[in-house]
């Protein structure tokens, strides 16, 4: 007899929950893009079972027809406690949140607000792809700053992509990746500090794509929200579920304004918070 893989804790190991038999029966692109004879080894999906407050949630509303659209500040009022028992967090302002389709379009909307068609969106190579082609996409213009051999920001590095950004007049974005994809480093709160200080010296305004705050674990690296940094005021940010809890097919997100910003986040066109799906709003707010 066989017992059940433990973690470190005493619990289950989720996972050896599914065997490799039921994993294949998913349809995502995960499973499907390859071959059967490859044992596609990604990230963003994950081979666990959902948490079964999520899988209750979305139980309930299939049984009572809650398949309409979305409403109201269940899940920022989630995130809001979320933040402040993980990350000691507790000036997550729900009223200048708005839900978005997920992070991606959310940096988009946000990037939209502080930017016009040509201006240049600061990334910090390697980082991850989707950045370029979005940017793109929107007719903004992609400046590389990149990181230091230690795969942290180079301060001066930014600072002088700084300072060309803005050297014509216009405006100028930084997309700040936090935790860093894929490099894994998490900045620490004088590095955002620094950022935001530089930031307002130049007029560039942050956007910082968070998406993957909630798995940062490790004993030596602790996760800092961009937003509660001294500085950070103007800034703006994107938080999900979707990454902490393989939540990436039921779609949301939630944009977060600083106090500076919220004017900015208000002129958000209302459309685009009919984009996320309500049973993904219901999914993240119990994840």
Known sequence: MTSTPRDQSGEPNPLHALTLDELRRRTSMKWRTHPADVLPLWVAEMDVPLARPVVRAVTEAMELGDTGYPFGTAYAEALAAF?????????????????VPDVMLGVVEML???????????????????????VAHMDRRVVEAPLDPGLRIDLGVLEETFRRAVAGGGRAAYLLCSPHNPTGTVHTAEELAAVAALAERHGVRV?????????????DARFVPYLSVPGAERGLALMSASKGWNLAGLKAALALAGPGAAADLARMPEEVGHGPSHIGVLAHTAA
């Open 112 to 134: 939209r607000l502080v930017t016009d068609p040509g201006d240049p969106v600061i990334v910090n190579p390697p980082v991850y792809p989707p950045f370029y082609a979005f």
């Open 207 to 219: 956007v910082a794509d968070e998406i993957h705050a909630p798995v940062v674990t490790a004993p």
């Open 83 to 99: 933040a402040g028992k993980r990350w000691g967090w507790d000036d997550l302002a729900v009223e200048r949140t708005a839900i």
